[in-house]
């Protein structure tokens, strides 16, 4: 009977083992199927990281490329050397190889922390004097560094740096810290940590449990952290605890000695099962690779062998040896140890299982790496002005400048000490904001000074805080740390004013007599009542020639001024600034094609009379849609409709909107251009059913946050704007409640809730200059592309002219033959383009001139007619002149 069961148990083993193997995921059927042909040592080896010795000759090289073939180590750590050399050493490396190498480097400012081709990125302190608007360029920051460690090979950074730095005498992490607060430091390295882990990158955050409180290095000696366990539960974890839930990759342990955590003075915090796997594994659940710091630092090899180390940093809960001090004798200390202790046997294998799902993630199926929007100079610079922080400004006159640095600062203090006290001096400190700690009596309380903090002391930090200095301003950086004299989160806005100054436009200084010309232009139209104020602003070649602000909102001498924040109802500028780029972002990633017909995407298309329509007629408004329709009407059918259409709350009858729409009738003559307000309804709703999101959260999520629009959006109410910064639009007492101020101002727009393809756009001429700036360059603004030039170029086409059409994609262009009473100057070139708005706006590009011309007004204060803002040429009256100021 016993040996019928064992007979059965044996047949049906296999198949147990296979149904088991179907059940595993990816990572652990390769993990085990490699373990599977891993001998002993082998496995062994695989939990070993192995240092790259630097400036190797050719006979070194060689030397070390054959012990890495001969100990079949896990993987190996770079420290130095040029992108080439390490590239070629890696790929040497790899096909020598019989297990992929996981490939690691120690770079928490980028790769050029270790290669000397490379530039660095700031260090992770001036990231922390970084305003929370700032967050995107940290992702950027994170991504930049992924994507420079994916075209090396390099699969482990050892980065972030999440120690919460509270100690001014911190002799190894000072500026490598994001700072004191642990809510900061916690929110700035999970941003660098999922940029780096979305370009497949595992980031490794260090120093568990924080190495931010110490006076000793432990690279020299074993540190001592005296606190609390509270205190280091409430804030040395709590980094670590944000970045665990975040997902991070890695976790290297540090060698510190902790005695709330382990009394045992002679066990460093990486030998430690009590930190290790109690209070990480088993307390914090971490489940990612835990990393030790360097095996062969002081603090563990001058009380260890690397043998003994090697051991009990592996029972105590550490996946991956980093750099023992003999490899050779780590790894046959782990074999010695696992042949006569299976339980160790069992964590060898544990371990060495857990390497290798981590190398099927990160090399076998790395996910796809995405190409960085910015270069190391733009971001760097970008990220300065973000962070560089105005301590002090006594004083509007800046003085004798004197760079900081931690290789000068005593020279500094000694120029100092021998100035008098009255002397004005500007101090740029260059390197971390302790140094002003050492400096405290040579910088005088009395003395008129200017100090700034720039962290860091790269070209473009130094360009960063020339800009800042001569701006004046736009200071955003505040202190992530104490210092003398001043609190973490100091930081001023400004330098200290300038006396009053007349200040000239470009125009003014270049051409008074057009810019007088221009003032005389848009006075006559307030004189005549043909708008009560509005915004202009011209830019060429990047640069404000001309931007004013003109009369009021209303006609009432008390009303307020126009002012640059003042918010204008676009009217139809929505289907340029917002309808047609987002349609254009949709089409750039495949998800429109131009010549699909509409009905493929709004199926209550599919059985009228639109069935046939395409995406490019539509947008050339040569589809056979009528102008427009009332459909507004429609809140007139319910009580409670039409007391929202009167209120500031607008009702939402969008879908009765667009069935009207879809029962239309329409026009016969084929490709006849009618401007269609009904057409770019559809276009809204388009990208609403492509995208997933409604039009103004897709344009806003695209294109407004990326540019930085401080002042652009649908239902500016509804974002918390106050009315008195929004233009009035038309006094209507019989459908809207009085005066519109704040709603959009189309009925059609107003009943579908504020948010339509047509109309609803609110901005000022800052915001829709930058607009424009991002379609004069073809997509990229600031580093950033938001949409590829052949898509630009590719909009800005007519492709029905022959019927007499002059409108390409979304955008209007000049007459054929432009004229005085045209829709532009008749100076325009024929590549121009852009778009006007019912209220009294404009927008036009002109890609030949590199020019942008913006005119916003409120025209239809207190009512729509007559339209003498049309009728007297005044836009483009205006616009001509700046042609001619131009030539």
């Known amino acids: ?110 790769v050029g922390m270790r290669l000397t081709d490379v530039p660095k990125l700031p260090s992770q302190m001036l990231l922390g004097a970084m305003p929370i608007a700032a967050d995107s360029l940290l992702e950027k920051m994170g991504m930049l560094m992924g994507f420079q460690c994916r075209q090396l090979g390099v699969h482990v950074n050892f980065a972030p740096v999440v120690d919460v730095n509270t100690n001014p005498l911190n002799p190894i992490i000072g500026t490598r810290s994001f700072g004191q607060d642990h809510r900061n430091v916690a929110h700035k390295a999970t941003l660098l940590m999922l940029g780096m882990q979305r370009q497949g990158v595992m980031a490794v955050a260090k120093h568990f449990p924080g190495h931010g409180d110490t006076d000793a290095d432990s690279h020299v000696q074993l540190p001592v952290v005296r606190h609390s366990r509270q205190h280091i539960d409430s804030v040395l974890l709590y980094p670590f605890r944000h970045l665990f839930n975040a997902g991070v990759g890695g976790c290297m342990v540090a060698h510190l000695h902790i005695p709330s955590l382990d009394t045992n003075r002679q066990v460093p915090s990486s030998l430690s099962p009590w930190v290790v796997d109690k209070l990480m594994r088993q307390q914090m659940h971490y489940e990612g690779l835990v990393f030790t710091d360097g095996l062969d630092m002081k603090a563990v090899s001058d009380n260890y062998d690397p043998g003994k180390a090697s051991c009990m940093a592996l029972l105590a809960g550490n996946d991956v040896l980093l750099l023992p001090a003999d490899i050779e004798v780590a790894i046959d200390s782990l074999v010695k140890r696992a042949d006569k ?91 971390s904001p302790y140094l002003l700690n050492k400096m405290q009596r040579s910088v005088s309380p009395t003395r008129p000074t200017t100090l700034v903090v720039a962290y860091d002391n790269l070209a473009d930090v130094r360009r960063a805080v020339d800009t800042l200095l001569a701006c004046r301003g736009g200071f955003v950086g505040r202190l992530p740390v104490d210092v003398t004299g001043y609190p973490m989160g100091s930081g001023l806005d400004r330098l200290a004013p300038l006396p009053p100054q007349p200040v000239l436009q470009p125009l003014q200084r270049l051409h008074p007599e057009i810019a007088a010309a221009i003032d005389s232009v848009v006075q006559m139209g307030l004189d005549r009542h043909a708008y009560p104020g509005c915004q202009l602003l011209v830019l060429h070649h990047d640069s404000v020639l001309y931007e004013q602000c003109y009369g009021r909102m209303t006609y009432d001498s008390t009303s307020l001024p126009v002012t640059p924040q003042t918010r204008y109802d676009l009217a139809s500028v929505t289907k340029m600034a917002a309808t047609t780029m987002a349609v254009m972002r949709l089409v750039q990633e495949g998800k429109v094609k131009l010549d699909d017909k509409m009905s493929k995407y709004l199926r209550y298309l599919r059985f009228t009379n639109k069935r046939s329509i395409t995406v490019r007629e539509v947008l050339s408004h040569c589809a056979g849609l009528q102008a427009g329709d009332a459909y507004w009407r429609g809140v007139m059918e319910d009580e409670d409709l039409r007391r929202a259409y009167a209120s500031d709350t607008l009702p939402d009858i969008t879908e009765k909107v667009l069935h009207g729409i879809a029962l239309s009738k329409r026009i016969r003559e084929k490709y006849k251009m009618v401007y269609s307000d009904l057409g770019f309804i559809l276009l ?30 649908f239902n500016p109410l509804l974002h918390g704007v106050d009315k008195d910064s929004i233009a009035p639009t038309e006094y209507d007492t019989l459908f809207r409640g009085g005066v519109i101020c704040g709603t959009v101002h189309d009925p059609n727009a107003a009943a579908m809730g504020g948010v339509a393809g047509h109309a609803g756009l609110f901005g000022n001429a800052e915001d829709m200059g930058r ?67 019912f209220t009294g706006t404009m927008i036009w590009v002109d890609p030949d001139k590199e020019l942008v011309f913006v005119f916003l007004s409120n025209r239809v204060y207190p009512n729509t007619h007559p339209n003498l803002l049309a009728n007297l040429n005044i836009r483009t009256d205006i616009q001509e002149l700046i042609y001619q100021a131009i030539k």
């Open 1 to 110: 009977m016993h040996r019928r069961l064992l007979f059965l148990s044996l047949l049906l083993c296999p198949f147990m083992l296979s149904a088991q193997a179907q059940s595993l995921d990816p990572a652990e059927r390769w993990a085990d199927s490699v373990m599977h042909r891993l001998k002993l040592r082998q496995q062994a080896a695989q939990v070993v990281v192995a240092r790259v010795p630097i400036n190797m000759t050719e006979r070194q090289q060689r030397k070390f490329l054959s012990n890495i073939q001969d100990w079949q180590v896990g993987g190996v750590c770079f420290f130095a050397g040029t992108t080439e050399l390490q590239k070629c050493l890696t790929q040497q490396l790899q096909d020598d190889s019989r297990v992929p190498l996981m490939i690691c480097l120690d770079a928490e400012t980028g």
């Open 684 to 713: 809204g709703d388009l990208v609403k059913k492509v995208s997933g999101v409604r039009l103004d959260h897709y344009v806003d999520s695209c294109f407004y946050r990326p540019l930085g629009l401080q002042h652009t959006c």
């Open 341 to 431: 202790d299976t339980t160790f046997r069992r964590v060898l294998r544990q371990r060495c299982r857990r390497v290798l799902m981590a190398k099927y993630h990160q090399i076998v199926a790395p996910q796809p790496v995405a190409q960085p929007m910015c270069d190391v100079n733009d971001l760097t610079y970008r990220l300065a002005l973000n962070g560089v922080t105005l301590l002090r400004s006594d004083t509007a006159c800046l003085g004798r400048r004197l760079d900081v640095t931690a290789a000068n600062y005593k020279e500094v203090m000694a120029v100092l000490d021998n100035m008098p006290d009255t002397a004005v001096v500007t101090l740029c400190v260059y390197g």
């Open 771 to 837: 607009i424009c700036q991002l379609l004069l360059h073809e997509g990229v603004l600031d580093g950033d592309t938001l949409l590829k030039p052949a898509t630009v170029q590719s909009f800005n086409q007519r492709y029905f002219s022959q019927y007499g059409n002059r409108r390409a994609l979304g955008f209007d262009k000049p007459l054929f033959n432009p004229s005085a009473s045209g829709n532009t100057a008749v100076s325009v070139s024929q590549s121009s383009y852009g778009h006007t708005g």
